[in-house]
């Protein structure tokens, strides 16, 4: 045994409490660490996962009826929308007043469902199919499979058998497919004719096929659905626990992909993992607090990527989403930004969108101000189906006005000038009575302009056709 003598004794004491020291040092930056990182974790699983999150949201708001009514359905049936929606319109964002949808959510885990289409004598159609993560999976259209009648049999994750002769299969990743079928309709005096070719839209079980079908009625209702907010304000008032735990759920039937594995990594770091309940306190308070400071950066992110997805270029004022639209890989920050101003986004060869929220000179539109959009002889958009311009107040639906206006486009009575040019008055009040026929009615505060292009030609592209600037007036 070894004693210190009392002139060794502080010498060790010393070295005992600088030791202590240290380590209480490294430990406190060891916390620090460890809560950046969970909080870092939690920002990029929730722009990662905000896509799933809303696409689920707006289905269990969409589908929470009994029987099919004129805007919705229950799972796995068809609603045909008989008439353009107006400025009451909230279920999703950006809607458009030039098709009549057809809308449909399905349900992939328990069987193959068959959609089948009437032929459209060369009418344009589409229908869209988005896979649970935002993504378009080969979609029946005119552009893709022509405008004849088919049957395309919609196959979930891990399905496999054999199909009926001339049944093609669309295979699907995740078992939560949007169905946002699409059918050019020139004016309400277009609306019988869309109808018919509307009736001729059709859902059937695989196991149903080859006998009558009357899909269910009568299908219970989750009283706990919100029926009335809009679903992206529903996620935004979700806390860290309610949407981690909600995006672990989805999971399980709508993996991630394979690309996905670092994310699907990092989220599991934090308790994030397929088909397992999420416990936000499971380690502890201090990295429940990371975690939950994280989900609100990244909320805020959300909302900048909006306004910016960062996957195409401004000309004249004009956002350009070009690349990637409909088809993200790993581009979550775009996936998620388009998602929350454009739930259902297509692919850019069936539908370009061109937006603009400012004028240009760079100012943010206001509908206390006059505007312009001018066309040159010839420089209309360059589509191979048609066009329009639609107003959005800053809530991304439309804006109530006198005329019921929500879109205006070359299936208008447009009236074109001397030289062939073109100008839309876009603007809170009327132009004038001789005027109206080309006037976009405005939001009295702020507002933006979506330019919808269906089937776009190639110099939509290519830079040798850009949209012009909307142009302050006075």
């Not at 295979?171 to 059918?183: D, E, H, M, Q, Y």
């Not at 981690?244 to 759920?249: H, I, K, P, S, V």
């Not at 990092?266 to 502890?284: R, W, Y």
């Not at 804006?399 to 000038?417: E, W």
């Amino acid at each position: 045994m070894r004693f210190y003598s009392y002139r060794v004794w502080p010498v060790v004491l010393g070295a005992v409490l600088s030791s202590l020291t240290a380590c209480k040092q490294q430990t406190q930056t060891g916390t620090n660490e460890a809560a950046n990182t969970a909080q870092t974790a939690a920002k990029d699983a929730y722009v990662f996962g905000y896509p799933l999150v809303l696409m689920d949201v707006t289905r269990a708001k969409m589908t929470n009826v009994p029987t099919v009514t004129a805007m919705v359905a229950p799972m796995d049936q068809m609603a045909n929308i008989r008439a353009f929606p107006d400025a009451t319109f909230t279920d999703v964002v950006s809607p458009n007043a030039d098709t009549l949808y057809s809308t449909a959510w399905l349900d992939l885990k328990q069987e193959p469902i068959v959609l089948s289409v009437p032929d459209t004598h060369g009418r344009y159609y589409l229908m869209e199919l988005l896979d649970g993560w935002t993504n378009v999976i080969p979609s029946p259209g005119k552009r893709t499979t022509g405008t004849g009648k088919g049957n395309f049999a919609l196959t979930g994750p891990g399905w496999s058998g054999n199909l009926p002769a001339g049944m093609k299969e669309i295979k699907s990743p995740t078992a939560l497919v949007w169905v946002i079928g699409r059918t050019q309709t020139n004016g309400k005096a277009d609306y019988a004719a869309v109808h018919a070719i509307q009736d001729g839209y059709k859902l059937t079980p695989l196991s149903a096929w080859g006998k009558p079908y009357t899909p269910p009625k009568d299908m219970p209702v989750d009283p706990k659905v919100d029926m009335k907010t809009a679903p992206v304000e529903v996620v935004a008032a979700m806390d860290a626990a309610t949407f981690f735990n909600r995006l672990a759920m989805l999971m399980k039937d709508n993996p991630p992909a394979t690309a996905d594995a670092p994310m699907v990594a990092k989220m599991a770091s934090i308790g994030i993992a397929p088909g397992q309940p999420f416990d936000l306190n499971k380690n502890g308070s201090d990295a429940a607090k990371a975690i939950s400071d994280g989900l609100d950066e990244a909320k805020k992110r959300v909302v900048e990527l909006g306004g910016n997805p960062g996957i195409g270029k401004v000309v004249n004022g004009w956002m350009l989403l070009t690349t990637g639209m409909g088809d993200w890989g790993t581009n979550y920050d775009a996936r998620a930004g388009v998602a929350v101003v454009g739930l259902g986004a297509n692919l850019a060869a069936d539908a370009f969108y061109p937006l603009t929220r400012v004028d240009g000179d760079g100012q943010p539109l206001n509908g206390a101000n006059k505007y312009a959009l001018h066309f040159d002889k010839g420089q209309t958009p360059p589509v191979n189906a048609f066009w329009s311009l639609t107003m959005y107040n800053a809530k991304q639906a439309f804006v109530a006005n006198p005329i019921n206006r929500y879109a205006i486009g070359d299936r208008d009575k447009l009236k074109f000038n001397k030289d062939g040019s073109l100008d839309i008055y876009v603007q809170h009040d009327s132009p004038g009575k001789d005027k109206e026929s080309n006037w976009l009615p405005a939001d009295a505060a702020s507002f933006n302009v979506v330019m919808r292009m269906y089937w776009p030609k190639e110099t939509a592209f290519n830079g040798s056709w850009n949209p012009p600037p909307i142009k302050k007036m006075g």
